[in-house]
């Protein structure tokens, strides 16, 4: 790596809250390696930042496609020092109707890869450097038909705790953040569903949804010098959405399907 400038790897930072945090550790002047399982949308994002930004592949169901991101970074960059992880997806089924298989699907994305994310870039990462994986208001607030998404979300919040506890020694700080609605293509299908968003804004006190670049911004506040004595801490970022009731999601899906 030349001079002093950071290297943040950004793992699902091909779109979404991911292009986000992209954009914001750019701004602060890191070199960003946007990796994605879209790896054609990484390089297109990666060349709208432009040099030294880069793209790259990556699988986070793939224990193999991970190890060999990190390894990649190191040989490129010689080092790294920041990674954040917001690869995730979601499905909407009530647990007694949820296809087992796809139930599999939505866990292996969503904490299995927060695990093999946090395991290959947490044995790479330069002494002293911080990891943030994105959870969800969702780790903390159930939600109908959402069963695996929350079961997933909740595993990393004590995912991040456990990870902080083991990297601490070498000084590696562990977060996580956790967004309340942000319209993004994951969540553009939910908010498709009539009364869906304004029933989330409704419980909201801050009376809005948020911003991707709300969380790119949080994200880059965890990574950065400022967040030195912060680690096991997940930051509910929702407008205090957590402070009241989660929409049924469920019930407005069956309405809106007659």
Not at 222 to 231: F, N, P, Q, R
Request: hydrophobic share 45%.
């Amino acid at each position: 790596m030349s001079g002093t400038r950071r290297v943040s790897v950004v793992v699902g930072g091909a779109s979404g809250l991911g292009w986000a945090t992209a954009q914001a550790l750019a701004a602060a002047g890191d070199t960003v390696v946007v990796a994605d399982i879209d790896e054609g949308g990484a390089r297109s994002r990666a060349a709208e930042l432009g040099s030294p930004h880069s793209g790259a592949y990556v699988d986070v169901t793939d224990e193999g496609s991970v190890e060999a991101l990190f390894a990649r970074v190191v040989d490129e960059h010689g080092a790294f020092q920041c990674a954040v992880n917001c690869a995730g997806t979601s499905t909407l089924s009530p647990i007694v109707d949820h296809d087992a298989a796809e139930w599999r699907r939505i866990v292996d994305i969503c904490l299995n890869g927060a695990f093999l994310v946090l395991k290959h870039a947490g044995k790479r990462v330069d002494d002293g450097g911080a990891l943030v994986t994105l959870t969800s208001l969702n780790a903390r607030q159930p939600g109908t038909g959402l069963g695996a998404y929350c079961a997933s979300k909740a595993g990393i919040v004590a995912l991040t705790e456990v990870a902080a506890l083991e990297l601490g020694p070498r000084r590696v700080r562990v977060n996580g953040v956790a967004p309340g609605l942000v319209v993004t293509p994951l969540t553009e299908p939910a908010m498709a569903i009539p009364g869906v968003e304004d029933e989330y804004v409704e419980n909201t006190p801050l009376g809005r949804s948020g911003r991707p670049e709300e969380i790119g911004a949080a994200v880059r506040y965890l990574l950065s010098d400022d967040a030195a004595w912060i680690t096991g801490e997940t930051l509910d970022i929702n407008g205090g959405a957590h402070l009241r009731r989660y929409p049924d999601l469920w019930s407005l899906v069956v309405k809106a399907m007659g």
